[in-house]
């Protein structure tokens, strides 16, 4: 495949994906797990699953694999009456190009997400208090100066992700892919099981681009050491703003010992269950990097294979 053609197809596949994913900067992980250092051009890489079946089957040519990293510093989400400021978030997947111009995103054995854990502002006082419920306002008596206050947000996947249109990534104001997720209220006051989302009726995210992120490539060796005769191809993004308003929320379930007055408070105070068109995700600016095999129609049908071999090889 001449190399300008790839170019574009890298392009345009780093552009679908990475606006995609940068909207896992809403909220972040209370554990960060973390891959090997990597060498050079390989080094935002360090959790994508070069080794997951999927990735290894992709032949080169009905198939493509390639990694994608996401990055944010900062941003916002807002659900019914409460709007929570992010962090840092890391996001990585790997994705497989289908040849039908279908694409399959493959998240890594510890999940695609890794970043700080977001306040929730007022802590439980601002989340259910005042509340007209006895039981809730004798705790939330308890509460005011209190380190039991303090509550903690985190967003989770749930499910794969689904409904990925490669050409929304490169326009503006078109859904790029759907994510189904879950967010985790954490607080000792409100137990282990403290969700807003579920598996079985998740919050599901559709990110757009709001305006066209800066491009930029390079070119590099199988260890990560740049060579523009080099057999991996990297595309870095500036981050686009992106933005989701057509989400709905459900309500938060799970919460506290005394499971259904809990569950009842934080609902009313935060205005959930919310529907669409009353809540928003706003992405302030998104790093992303994407790459993959220069040409892998040359190493058909090993293209998954050598993609992680190359990997491996950047281990520090």
Known sequence: M??????????TAATTLGTALGIFASLGTATAATGPALNGEWAPFDRCPVDNPAMLAADGFDKTPQCVVSTSASGSIKLGKTTVTT????????????????????????????ADPAKVPGGLLGLMCPSDIPVITGICKTL???????????????????AFDQTAGVLTDMPIIALPVRIHLENPLL?????????????????????????????????????????MSRIDLTGAPQNDSTFAVPGATGCGLNVGLINLAVNA??????????????????????AGLTAPGTVVPDAGKVLAENWHSAVK
Do not use: W
Not at 149 to 161: D, L, Q
Not at 277 to 287: E, F, I, M, R, W
């Open 87 to 114: 962090g840092k978030t890391n996001l990585q997947v790997g994705v497989v190009q289908n040849a039908d111009g279908s694409s399959t995103v493959v998240a890594p054995a510890s999940g695609a997400l890794v």
């Open 269 to 290: 105070k935060t205005g959930l269950p919310s529907a669409a068109g009353n809540n928003s995700l706003t992405l302030n600016n998104a790093q992303t990097h994407l």
């Open 191 to 231: 137990g282990d099981n403290c969700y807003i989302g579920t598996k079985s009726n998740p919050i599901v995210l559709r990110p757009r681009n709001l305006d066209y992120p800066a491009f930029g490539m390079s070119f590099f060796k199988g260890d990560g050491t740049v060579d523009e005769a080099g057999e």
């Open 2 to 11: 001449p190399r300008f053609s790839r170019r574009t197809r890298l392009a």
């Open 144 to 162: 005011d100066d209190s380190r039991l206050n303090s509550i903690t947000a985190t967003m989770e996947s749930v499910g794969a992700p689904y």
